[in-house]
Structures are given as C-alpha cells and as structure tokens.
C-alpha cells in the first residue's frame, strides 16, 4: 500500500509558479508510475502530467506543455509538479496519483492504484 500527501497548493495570481509535492508512504514508490491529476467541480478528473518509475518517461496535457514540470524523486519518495506561468483556467484541486502499470495513466482516471486527497490550486486573474 501506498499513501500520497499533497502540499503546495493556495492562491497566486496570474502568471506566478507554484510547486506542487506528493510524498509517498508506504513501499516500494519506485514501482509506480506518478502523476498529477486535476478537476473542477462537476468535471471529469483528467490527467495534467505524468512519470514513469525512473523518470525516463514523461507526458504532458496539451494545456501543461511548456508551463509545468513533473519531476520526481525516489531517494526522497516524492513527486512534484512544477507550475510557471499560471493561468486562471488552472484553478482546480490537484491530486496526486500512483499506477503500477504506466499505461494506466493513459485510460482515463479510473486506473489508478493510489490517490492522495487532493490541493486547492486558484489562480486570481
């Protein structure tokens, strides 16, 4: 089992960063791919970027390129979302999410192994 702890998220205005953090408890993180999930109220959950266990791979939402890096670090347990340039559209929660099967990132949010509770994002314009 795996427990996922969101942090970094609050209020900023447009254009400011932010950095999101998930640590991971429990065992064996290495052996999941991570990523970074959003949703509005009364919105589908969709993935905004995502990682594979050794940080090889990476994939980003069309609306994340350019602006977001997802990083993680398997030393420390944890895996982060990098947010410049922010956008009032970004307003969401951000959860974090675990899948030992990398591919599962990429059918839709149901796939997933693990979750965290979620960080309020809000971007003022």
């Known amino acids: 089992q795996v427990q996922l702890e969101e942090s970094g998220g609050g209020l900023v205005q447009a254009g400011d960063s932010l950095r999101l953090s998930c640590a991971a408890f429990?065992?064996?993180?290495?052996?999941?791919?991570m990523g970074w999930f959003r949703q509005a109220p009364g919105k589908e959950r969709e993935l905004v970027a995502c990682?594979?266990?050794?940080?090889?791979?990476?994939y980003y939402a069309d609306s994340a390129k350019g602006r977001f890096t997802i990083s993680r670090d398997n030393a420390k347990n944890a895996v982060y979302l990098q947010m410049n340039s922010l956008k009032p559209e970004d307003t969401d929660v951000y959860y974090c999410?675990?899948?030992?099967?990398?591919?599962?990132?990429?059918?839709?949010?149901?796939?997933?192994?693990?979750w965290g509770k979620g960080t309020l994002v809000t971007v003022s314009s």
């Open positions: 999410a675990a899948a030992q099967s990398y591919g599962n990132f990429f059918a839709g949010s149901g796939g997933m192994d693990h």
């Open positions: 429990g065992r064996a993180f290495s052996s999941y791919g």
């Open positions: 990682i594979s266990r050794s940080g090889s791979n990476t």
